[in-house]
């Protein structure tokens, strides 16, 4: 980083930083578990089509009768969404820290995200992550998901903000790479200790 370029702004992800994955490996494998459903096919279904909804392209039911109804289930498509939304979690620390570093530093804040519609919106309402926010860059609102570049220059763009002005806090030390062959500051997350002390080294200290 430019020692001279000031931070204005932060990118964030949300799964694996604000809060848990929304609809990842391990919540797939409990879904498979607790509505007995073929474990094979479901992974297959699921990765043959969860880009396709993550990028806008299509709504959470029509993923669900890709992936799950596709067939007569003893259980409702309601029951399966409500298991979905249930298996986020927030992360308290980094929930905490993200507004303070807002009001010391007057920092701008947008989410980079990989989400499907449904999902991002409950998840944004549910743990209140506006408060805090000024605008989103959603795969699903964008149609763009990461790693591609696009989704960082849709991102700097509506910021309008210099690429080094940027600190992005992401947990995939890909996508953290890809948004630094734009220019951006990267911090991959692993723990919120580590990440106050990368914080650090850009400037912002609590």
Same mark, same amino acid.
């Given at each position: ?120 919106? $409950? ?19 964008? $149609? ?44 991959? $997350? ?17």
């Amino acid at each position: 980083m430019d020692n001279h370029t000031k931070i204005t702004t932060l990118f964030l992800d949300i799964g694996g930083v604000l809060l848990t994955n929304g609809w990842d490996r391990a919540a797939r494998k409990l879904a498979i578990q607790t509505f007995d459903l073929d474990a094979l096919e479901t992974e297959e279904r699921h990765h043959l089509t969860f880009d396709t909804y993550e990028e806008g392209k299509l709504t959470l039911d029509e993923y669900l009768t890709r992936v799950v109804f596709y067939k007569e289930r003893s259980f409702s498509r309601q029951d399966f969404r409500d298991f979905m939304y249930a298996q986020s979690a927030p992360y308290p620390e980094m929930l905490e820290l993200i507004p303070k570093l807002k009001e010391k530093y007057k920092l701008k804040i947008a989410i980079v995200n990989n989400e499907g519609r449904e999902l991002n919106e $409950h998840r944004i309402h549910h743990f209140n992550i506006s408060r805090f926010v000024d605008f989103y860059i959603s795969s699903c609102f964008v $149609h763009f998901r990461k790693p591609d570049a696009d989704i960082y220059k849709i991102a700097l763009d509506i910021a309008q903000v210099k690429p080094a002005e940027v600190v992005y806090i992401e947990d995939r030390s890909m996508f953290i790479d890809v948004a630094a062959g734009l220019g951006i500051n990267g911090v991959c $997350h692993t723990d919120y200790e580590s990440t106050l002390n990368k914080l650090a080294g850009f400037g912002l200290v609590l």
